[in-house]
């Protein structure tokens, strides 16, 4: 019987309430996962899931808590309007989602907001105000408690390192698991991951890998073609998009970590990684008209039989956002079934399986098989407990 079997038929035992998320930062990412739960909630089907199921947890089953913001736009707005507020440009496919009565919360600035963006036009780039006074942490693990929050979903732009690391720490005094979708390290940073595991929390990081994206494409090519005794010599991803996150990543100094993060997910594809010199990973320019579309293109140099030359383009076109909700609902749903067994700490598997940057990087098919495993392990278990 596979993994995903013996999860079936203990789901029916368990107990369904709902996971109620807090998400920090109200952008296009937010704007598709709270679209899509109302979506997924209304039209009943599995399109689109890589996991309709996870220990009896459907994607109907995760609710809105609360939510923190630095546009003043959006601060103080019910969630359900605020993810349609500028600059958001995200594809809208849910116009009237629910959000169960969640507001949004002014959250702290620290490094969240990129310098430069002050020289773009509003309707670009977050309007934050001139307040001289910001929450305190505890403000924000109060309205966490409060609001009964289970899971926190960071969403903060790339670069966020002291804005990220305020909200790990706001969830280990509010009790709460994390979902660390960008590329500053928690989950793969040996001092926070033994704080959430001492908090006996679960954390999944960092660094959300699309549901089907430039990095699991390239990953994948890279794979495949040592696999089949192909050598890779030299190769490239370049990446263009019209999206907040294209803009706030002009500024060179916020792409340490993912670029790291990125090249890291590809490079440790092959038995003997590619120096720095001959693999270069990481966004290219900001496009205003493309929105929320990212366009990226994959070039790998390789060697086959008798050492003759072979080269490989791929462009890929696809919706930013909805590429990362499709993952971030699963590990979501993997975060609130590890707190509800008493796991704290890194999910080993569950952060290779869905992130670029986890604490042990797999292949792509071992993880898969980790993460099934792994649910239908935490499955029996709840099931007995419940």
């Not at 309007?81 to 989602?97: G, L, M, S, V």
């Not at 109060?142 to 926190?152: F, M």
Request: hydrophobic share 45%.
């Amino acid at each position: 019987m596979t993994a995903r079997n013996r999860q079936d038929k203990l789901a029916a035992k368990m107990i369904k309430p709902p996971i109620r998320i807090a998400i920090v930062g109200v952008g296009n990412c937010a704007s598709t996962l709270v679209q899509g739960l109302s979506w997924y909630r209304r039209h009943q089907t599995q399109v689109g899931l890589m996991h309709p199921d996870i220990g009896g947890l459907s994607v109907a089953d995760i609710e809105i808590a609360c939510a923190f913001e630095v546009d003043t736009r959006k601060i103080g707005t019910p969630v359900a309007k605020a993810i349609f507020a500028p600059p958001n440009n995200a594809r809208i496919f849910c116009p009237d989602p629910d959000d169960h009565g969640a507001m949004v919360h002014a959250g702290p600035r620290f490094d969240g907001v990129a310098a430069h963006l002050e020289h773009f036009p509003a309707e670009r780039r977050a309007v934050t105000s001139d307040r001289e006074s910001e929450p305190r942490i505890a403000d924000v693990v109060g309205i966490l408690r409060q609001s009964k929050a289970d899971v926190l979903v960071n969403y903060l732009p790339v670069g966020s390192q002291k804005a990220t690391e305020f909200y790990a720490l706001a969830c280990l005094e509010a009790g709460v698991a994390m979902v660390n979708c960008i590329p500053v390290f928690i989950a793969s940073d040996p001092i926070w991951a033994g704080k959430f595991t001492s908090a006996g929390l679960p954390i999944i990081g960092d660094d959300v890998k699309s549901q089907f994206g430039a990095t699991i494409i390239h990953r994948q090519l890279m794979a495949l073609a040592e696999a089949r005794g192909i050598t890779v010599s030299s190769s490239y991803q370049l990446n263009v998009g019209g999206n907040t996150d294209f803009l706030n990543m002009l500024e060179r100094s916020r792409l340490g970590s993912k670029k790291t993060s990125k090249t890291e997910a590809v490079n440790s594809q092959l038995h003997t990684p590619l120096d720095a010199g001959h693999i270069h990973i990481g966004p290219s320019d900001y496009i205003p008209f493309l929105n929320d579309q990212k366009v990226c293109y994959i070039r790998i140099n390789a060697h086959g039989f008798g050492g003759l030359p072979m080269e490989v383009d791929v462009k890929l076109a696809v919706e930013d956002s909805p590429n990362s909700a499709g993952v971030v609902v699963d590990a979501i749903r993997c975060a609130w079934l590890a707190l509800k067994v008493g796991v704290g700490g890194p999910l080993t598997s569950v952060c290779a399986a869905l992130m670029k940057h986890p604490p042990q990087q797999f292949a792509d098919t071992d993880a898969a098989a980790a993460m099934d495993e792994w649910i239908a392990a935490k499955t029996l278990l709840a099931s007995q407990h419940r």
